[in-house]
């Protein structure tokens, strides 16, 4: 079995910073891609930042130069280090992560139970 744990959300205040944790744990042959999506009230769920086996990283338009995406590939951990906060950001973050489980011969999408990041004005 595979899980995602996140930790790191909170409270902040705009033009505050925050760092969210996810770590891959269970029976896991190999990660590709991890990433964080965020899903706010009343909107659909949206990619934030993610980062290929390769280390190559892509971010939403709304986060370039504020958030930082980045990998431990031993500790199957990524990480989200978010600056220079905006209420926009607002909303429950969740990690993804692309997983060949041991036994396995495909990828499959897992997704951790999610944090809640809220940015006050």
């Known amino acids: 079995q595979v899980q995602l744990v996140e930790s790191g959300g909170g409270l902040v205040q705009a033009g505050g910073s925050l760092r969210l944790s996810c770590a891959a744990s269970?029976?896991?042959?190999?990660?590709?891609?991890m990433g964080w999506y965020r899903q706010a009230p009343g909107n659909q769920r949206e990619l934030v930042a993610a980062v290929t086996s390769g280390g190559r990283p892509d971010y939403a338009d709304s986060v370039k130069g504020r958030f930082t995406i980045s990998r431990d590939y031993a500790k199957k951990m990524v990480f989200l280090q978010m600056n220079s906060m905006k209420p926009e950001d607002t909303a429950v973050y969740y990690c993804n992560a692309d997983i060949v489980a041991r036994g396995s011969y495909r990828r499959s999408a897992y997704w951790g139970q999610g944090t809640q990041v809220t940015v006050s004005s």
């Open positions: 269970g029976n896991i042959a190999s990660i590709n891609n």
